[in-house]
């Protein structure tokens, strides 16, 4: 579980980091720079694992790969180009929420009742924060909000299906191959979907990136599909509700992001939601030892 918090904590500053970088670059030609510095990191493994892989399972490591870094970061990253740092990090705290749904409507793992009452909290809590946005100096968007719950409504989908081929293959396997065969995948969706090709060049957008693709990319799905192993779907996605507290803060602090009233209201129902939905089956089962 260790492994999976620290991701969390390093995926919580990779919205700060993608404001920085679209100093630089297009949001579509970070998604893609990003994923091309992690393909080369993860090479000298990639090469390895090539031959570990069973020929039944490349078709859903493809699959899966696409879906895990192409769709997923597309959608997060055009997203927060659209909206706040930190309106985007806390749609990214519905996911737990999310995970359960997904997990009650597609593979018959039933919901319960404090789930509904969590979501529904987490939902208005999103609501909240939408409408006071607008008080913020209009920084967070709808649009933006609606494409980063897009990317994780796709990462809730695909969870339990890694997990089984992580199971099947190794994350030592998945994780180099994936990465590497994404970012190949990735190229012909970032020249049809880029609006802007210039480059920018400045430090702090280099650095930026840099920073994406070794650190959010590379060494933090290292260490998520690393913790996979031994968590289950269900708490790993309880575990994303750390990811918000992370965000929003370096949000505030490094890029001055105004949080009104009403929206800071909105991200701390989407937290405590969450983080209440993690807890209540502990509360609960001691209840009924006691």
Request: charged residues 10%; contains cysteine.
């Amino acid at each position: 579980m260790g492994y999976q918090i620290l991701a969390m904590m390093i995926w919580g500053s990779s919205f700060v980091a993608a404001k920085y970088a679209y100093i630089m670059l297009d949001a579509v030609w970070v998604v893609q720079i990003r994923l091309l510095v992690a393909a080369l990191l993860v090479l000298p493994a990639c090469r390895r694992a090539l031959g570990r892989i069973p020929k039944d399972k490349w078709k859903p490591l493809l699959w899966l790969s696409f879906f895990n870094y192409v769709v997923v970061l597309m959608l997060q990253l055009v997203g927060v180009q659209y909206t706040s740092a930190a309106s985007a990090v806390t749609i990214v705290g519905l996911e737990p929420i999310l995970m359960v749904m997904v997990g009650h409507f597609f593979f018959h793992d039933k919901a319960k009742w404090y789930h509904w009452l969590c979501g529904a909290a987490a939902f208005f809590g999103v609501l909240l924060l939408i409408l006071g946005g607008g008080e913020a100096g209009g920084e967070i968007d709808l649009f933006g909000c609606l494409l980063v719950f897009l990317a994780g409504l796709v990462f809730c989908l695909i969870m339990r299906p890694t997990q089984k081929l992580i199971a099947d293959i190794g994350a030592a396997t998945y994780t180099p191959v994936s990465l590497a065969v994404s970012a190949l995948m990735c190229l012909p969706f970032s020249f049809m979907l880029a609006q802007d090709f210039s480059i920018n060049w400045n430090l702090e957008g280099a650095l930026a990136i840099l920073y994406l693709g070794a650190g959010c990319s590379w060494f933090a799905y290292w260490l998520w599909n690393r913790g996979m192993g031994s968590v289950s779907a269900n708490l790993s996605g309880l575990l994303i509700s750390l990811e918000p507290v992370f965000g929003v803060l370096l949000a505030v602090v490094l890029l001055g992001e105004r949080l009104s009233l009403v929206a800071g209201s909105g991200i701390a129902v989407v937290i405590a939601a969450t983080l209440a939905a993690g807890m209540l089956p502990k509360w609960l089962d001691k209840g009924k030892a006691v």
